[in-house]
């Protein structure tokens, strides 16, 4: 499927700000399944500086720097990707059992090993916690597979947690999450990857879009859509595979990619620092607009 993915941010400064430094994870990234036909990242006012790198991870990243006097700002990404069906090179029951993969990546050196376990330590926002090993060990029996152990979480926190936007804040604990079974994407993933960890298993946070669809008979909204998040978990034979326990999915062709980390604060899609401003008003706008073959928006 293509897509084209319009990101806008709009910041709105009480005072004049000045040399305001940010920087931008927000240019999906090329991967097996997705394609990345165009991606251009536009800031208003023009900025000073602006040039784009790579982080630690392979993600794409854009710093900017405004040195003028500004009132206002405005960071616009427009990306069009082609999402693919993911292959997956068997069934999850095939993957290795869970104990097993613990003792595999602690005695392993191949470099897919070592990467991994770069994403099997607890850190400030997905801590390692007694309590969320518990809560992970109701799906991850002795001997059973790594994935289909992942999978029966992710639908576990589908069937029991409550999508509730504005009942969390990017500084909720993950204890908390689970204690009040309440929150979003982000917690969701956050929450998963922490009980994984917690018994010493490779888990990535992955951040991006989802097409959504409007309700029977009501037109699609231009603008209404955004971010996601959801979790990856690594196999040695299947490598790393994803799952959303927001939609109780495995991510598909609805799903893009922009970046992957230990957690949100990883891939935080605008950050930075500023000089005056006093306070702000933020305006988020993301539209995940559908395309025919042909590049053309689908009705």
């Known amino acids: 499927m293509k897509y084209q993915i319009t990101h806008r941010t709009q910041y709105r400064y009480q005072q004049d700000t000045a040399n305001c430094y940010n920087l931008a994870c927000m240019l999906p990234r090329a991967m097996s399944y997705q394609k990345v036909e165009s991606s251009r990242l536009q800031v208003n ?10 982080d630690f991870f392979g993600n794409q990243q854009t710093f900017f720097h405004i040195g003028a006097l500004h009132s206002q700002l405005e960071v616009t990404v427009v990306s069009q990707v082609e999402a693919m069906r993911r292959y997956v090179a068997g069934p999850l029951e095939s993957s290795m059992p869970w104990d097993d993969l613990t003792r595999h990546l602690a005695q392993s ?57 504005g009942f969390t804040t990017l500084a909720t604990p993950v204890r908390t999450v689970l204690e009040t079974k309440r929150g979003v994407c982000q917690d969701f993933a956050q929450l998963a990857i922490s009980a994984l960890r917690s018994l010493g298993l490779p888990v990535r946070y992955v951040s991006g879009y989802l097409e959504t669809l409007p309700p029977p008979g009501q037109a699609r909204l231009v603008g209404a859509d955004a971010s996601h998040a959801w979790f990856s978990v690594f196999d040695p034979v299947l490598g790393w595979i994803d799952f959303d326990p927001t939609n109780d999915m495995m991510p598909d062709e609805r799903h893009i990619t922009v970046a992957f980390g230990r957690d949100y604060a990883d891939v935080v899609p605008l950050k930075g620092l500023m000089s005056g401003g006093g306070e702000h008003q933020l305006k988020v706008e993301v539209d995940v607009m559908p395309l025919g073959l042909d590049g053309a928006p689908l009705s």
């Open 109 to 165: 050196t191949y470099d897919a090993a070592l990467d991994a376990r770069l994403f099997s330590h607890g850190t400030r926002m997905t801590p390692c916690d007694p309590l969320l090993a518990e809560f992970a060990r109701q799906d991850f029996k002795p001997g059973v597979p790594v994935l289909e152990a992942a999978r029966r979480l992710a639908h576990r926190i589908f069937e029991e947690f409550t999508f509730e936007p």
């Open 45 to 54: 006012p023009a900025p000073s500086s602006q040039y784009q790198s790579r």
